[in-house]
């Protein structure tokens, strides 16, 4: 059976940073695309954060929304079964439950209906 769990979300104010963790487990996903998805309140979607896909050793390669390209990376540590992303000077915006999601697939994808398997979500509220 597979799980996805987040930690790491929280409160923060306007340029602080945050952390997030999903840890995955019912299959090694090594060659799984994966990727974090955030929702705003009010929103219909999830929307595209970041994903990344291993493409060979212990090298990945990762895309990024743009709106969070140069604040936000995302690594993968295959020996703890671990996704993270890394999120610095965060802001008001960013504010959103975001979601870890793997595809079972090696293709890397912004589309969130491409992803079959998602956690549970964990909170990210950043105040002015």
């Known amino acids: 059976q597979v799980q996805l769990v987040e930690s790491g979300g929280g409160s923060v104010e306007a340029g602080g940073s945050l952390t997030l963790s999903c840890e995955y487990s019912?299959?090694?996903?090594?060659?799984?695309?994966m990727g974090w998805f955030r929702q705003a309140p009010g929103t219909e979607r999830p929307e595209f954060v970041a994903?990344?896909?291993?493409?060979?050793?212990?090298?990945?390669?990762?895309d990024y929304a743009d709106s969070v390209k140069g604040r936000f990376t995302i690594s993968r540590d295959s020996a703890q079964n671990t996704l993270n992303l890394q999120m610095n000077s965060l802001k008001p915006e960013d504010t959103a439950v975001y979601y870890c999601?793997?595809?079972?697939?090696?293709?890397?994808?912004?589309?969130?209906?491409?992803?079959?398997?998602w956690g549970q979500g964990t909170q990210v509220t950043v105040s002015e």
């Open positions: 019912g299959s090694t996903f090594t060659m799984a695309a």
């Open positions: 999601a793997i595809r079972n697939d090696e293709t890397m994808s912004t589309m969130p209906s491409q992803f079959e398997y």
């Open positions: 994903n990344n896909k291993w493409i060979g050793g212990s090298t990945y390669y990762s």
